[in-house]
């Protein structure tokens, strides 16, 4: 140790413990149960397990009601992230380019899921539901996520339209292209970091939203964040862990793959206004 | 040219999906919430579900629970953070660039899935314990299921959350800002207080308020890892629905932490219609 601070200098050293300490508190707990997750032996006081093997994931793999969440989460994420795209892009759009009546309001209203209590806003839901006919229902929880990332995909697109500069939207509008095209060949390929950005927070958002699949999906529509719950509280950790690295999973990809578009920058812009 | 005369509706039509959505589906249950908590179970005008929660000793230990917990998670969240942006802004070594792009992994990891990891390193007979004995060392951390629990979990989302909307913030602040006050002769202290924090005090405010926000009506992280008394408000709030069936009384809750959050989203509000002023003019 006194080598090390020698030989690092001061300053170095102080930042590779910070470094060290950064680590143990994001990464340690995700290590520690993908380790887990892969254990075989694993009994009380072992602090790793004591052999490996994939017999926990077998396990998960076998229950096929628990195979079927992970289709349900996936296929949910997929429909509700381009539900949202459908209806927030044209109000974004609206928010970024228009001055009209009440855009303020609106704009402020996304901001409400975030502010009243999310347990308040699904039982009230439910009530509404209930004479809907959408308690139980795919719609319905596709419903509850959009609502839940609503302000992400809103906010950071309408941010990300208001750069595109109306005069390159009108030169290509005086060549004779149509409203339509110049949306989907000019103004969306220059918007596009930030729509990648809106859709990944409403993606994952629906991914990992489990109160409210609890209270309107359930008994016919079970994700795997709602799935969890009851896994945590009466399965072995090293079963548990199998659940969460899978559900952990489709986030990574996605994270990596577009990692490019991850910036601090890009990331703040879906909270302010 | 036509783009002149836009037509006046088609703000109001494009804007027509996503609002009725919202309105649908979160601005009518909320109104028919406000309602509901006025009401008794067979439709009478009562104020006797709020008189429940302002005389209840039960709620006011969850209140004052809520609000020391919202406040330290979010003091401890803010300190650190700065903190962390501050390092990734000025330091330019390579091990700060590693962690700028390690530290906005935790904002997308499921939250239930990292709550879930960080419960199997600090029970009792987790990670920390189990690692303890190795040298002989009987240390039962008594983390979970208390205030310290929920505090440390929180920590973990929040303080990369306020890290990322400060370094984005603190990305305004020109190295050029910096030198020249350095060469006028300021220290550190001073060019944070003068040249930092003016830039960038905006940012902390709406990171502040969103991180209070969240801990008023917090379910996922109190309720795996919180104690049972006293409990967070959004524990009690899930069991006036889930254990009494009383959703007038629920109702009444859900308005009245609505009403404590609506103080952050005030603050919020203002400091960001500020910058809407900016935008106006330019």
Known sequence: MKRLYYGLGKKKFLEWIFFAVFVLFFYGPLMNMVVLSFAGDYEYPDVVPT????????????KSQMVDTIFTSLVLAVVVTLVSLLICLPAAYAIARYKFRGRSLVRLSFLLTNAFPKMGIYTAMAVIFYKLNLMGTFVGVVLVHIVNTMMFMVWIPSGAFRTVHVQQEESARDVGASPLRVFFRITMPMAWPGIVVAS??????????????????????????????????????????????????????????????????ALSNGLKM | MDKKKVRPWMPYLMVAPAFTVMLLVVILPILNTVAQSFSTADGQFTLANYQYFL????????????????????????????????????????????????????????GIVAVYAVMNIIKDAGFINRFLQLFGIMYKPGLLYDMKGIVICNLWFNIPFSAMLLSAALSNVADSYVESAKDAGCGWGKILTKIIWPLVYKDVIVA???????????????????????????????????????????????????????????????????????????
């Open chain 1, 51 to 62: 052999s490996y093997g994939f017999k926990w994931w077998d396990y998960i793999l076998s």
């Open chain 1, 200 to 265: 990944l927070y409403t993606f994952l958002g629906s991914m990992e939203e489990a109160q409210g699949s609890l209270l309107i999906g359930l008994p016919n529509v079970h994700t795997m964040p709602s799935e969890l719950y009851g896994i945590i509280m009466s399965f072995p950790e090293t079963a548990g862990s199998v659940f969460a690295v899978i559900l952990l999973i489709p986030s990574l990809i996605l994270l990596i793959v577009f990692r490019k578009y991850l910036s601090a920058e």
């Open chain 2, 55 to 110: 005389t209840s000793y039960e709620a006011f230990e969850s209140l004052v629970f809520t609000v020391i917990e919202a406040l330290s998670t979010m003091l401890l969240a803010m300190v650190f953070s700065f903190l962390l942006a501050l390092y990734l802004r000025f330091s330019k070594s390579g091990i700060s660039r590693i962690i700028g792009r390690l530290y906005l992994l935790p904002r997308f990891i499921p």
């Open chain 2, 208 to 282: 502040a308020t969103f991180i209070l926000m969240g801990q008023i009506g917090a379910f996922t992280i109190p309720y795996l890892t919180g104690p049972n008394n006293p409990k967070m408000l959004g524990i009690l709030l899930y069991q006036q629905v889930n254990t009494y069936l009383d959703y007038q009384r629920a109702a009444a809750l859900s308005v009245l932490m609505f009403i404590i959050c609506l103080g952050g989203a005030v603050v919020y509000i203002k400091s960001n219609m500020k910058e809407e002023a900016w935008q106006a003019g330019k």
